[in-house]
T-cell receptor
């Protein structure tokens, strides 16, 4: 069974559109994350949620809005997409409440292309 | 601000060779140091996590060391195999994980 799953795997859209990426984990973890990996393969954290509460927001434009309906799900909604948003977005989860103190499990990624 | 650097950026070795990947970090006040593997088009897989109080961790043919005082970690891979070909990322953990850019390893049969 997949531990951390993301949908869709690929997303191609026009500038200015609004899109969402969904993430689900079946590990029973308390903490979930969104990361962005740019074209240079640099992986950076965007958000972290613990038990549905936002605990890390790394100066991400407010066009990006994470939503956690329950602790097993963390969705990412992006408004007014820009060319620079093209990247691979990874969801991850861990048991620990403090981000970075425990092993993180990553989803397969969503490749977003903005035309 | 934590910065993580990995050297070399790419490494190509023949099958069977032992190899070392290097990782350095600027802020020694880390909770732990983690090594991940990323296959093309896939997510990251955790390999080893070394707590700040530990010096090394081992899993199978992998051994990772941590020297907080010098801000360095190494990942040692013994008897490399073509299946080890991937990008290896290290990440230092403060209140968040800060990743290096990775080392692209190619093991040639």
């Amino acid at each position: 069974d997949t531990a951390v799953s993301q949908t869709p795997k690929y997303l191609v859209t026009q500038m200015g559109n609004d899109k969402s990426i969904k993430c689900e984990q079946n590990l029973g973890h308390d903490t979930m994350y969104w990361y962005k990996q740019d074209s240079k393969k640099f992986l950076k954290i965007m958000f972290s949620y613990n038990n549905k509460e936002l605990i890390i927001n790394e100066t991400v434009p407010n066009r990006f809005s994470p939503k956690s309906p329950d602790k097993a799900h963390l969705n990412l909604h992006i408004n007014s997409l820009e060319l620079g948003d093209s990247a691979v977005y990874f969801c991850a989860s861990s048991q620990a409440a403090s981000e970075g103190t425990d092993t993180q499990y990553f989803g397969p990624g969503t490749r977003l292309t903005v035309l | 601000k934590q910065e993580v650097t990995q050297i070399p950026a790419a490494l190509s070795v023949p099958e069977g060779e032992n190899l070392v990947l290097n990782c350095s970090f600027t802020d020694s006040a880390i909770y732990n140091l983690q090594w991940f593997r990323q296959d093309p088009g896939k997510g990251l897989t955790s390999l080893l996590l070394i707590q700040s109080s530990q010096r090394e961790q081992t899993s199978g043919r992998l051994n990772a060391s941590l020297d907080k005082s010098s801000g360095r970690s190494t990942l040692y891979i013994a008897a490399s195999q073509p299946g080890d070909s991937a990008t290896y990322l290290c990440a230092g953990s403060n209140y968040k994980l800060t990743f290096g850019k990775g080392t692209l390893l190619t093991v040639n049969p």
